[in-house]
């Protein structure tokens, strides 16, 4: 194949990824911006969350929101270690399971 040959080829390869390039952003878009409308819209007509008052977050259940428990991995324990809570790690609220943080149903 010469050069001249060559540069055709490339170029219909690079329209037809280009194509596919734009037609995978446009597409992208159209689904985030439906996406954005449907939540907001969702979000105005729906219940606050009874579980997490709204908010979205609540108090560690494991923890109590003291951020560390107490752990011994043997079962009569000599020395017990406080160990970061592994539910929140740590942040002394955990997102609401009800409404997976969104704070409506």
């Known amino acids: ?32 911006a439906l996406r954005s409308f449907a939540e907001k819209k969702r979000k105005k007509l729906a219940l606050p969350c009874g579980v997490c008052n ?3 977050f609540y108090l560690c259940k494991l923890c109590n929101g003291n ?4 752990w011994s991995p043997l ?3 000599i020395h017990i270690n406080p160990c ?13 399971l009800n409404c997976i943080g969104k704070g409506y149903s």
């Open 75 to 77: 079962y009569d324990p």
């Open 54 to 56: 709204g908010k979205g």
């Open 1 to 32: 194949m010469n050069p001249k040959q060559l540069r055709i080829i490339g170029k219909g390869v690079a329209i037809i990824f280009g194509g596919f390039l734009t037609l995978n952003i446009a597409a992208t878009v159209a689904v985030g």
């Open 84 to 96: 970061v809570c592994p539910t929140c790690d740590g942040n002394r609220v955990q997102r609401c």
């Open 67 to 70: 951020a560390t428990i107490k």
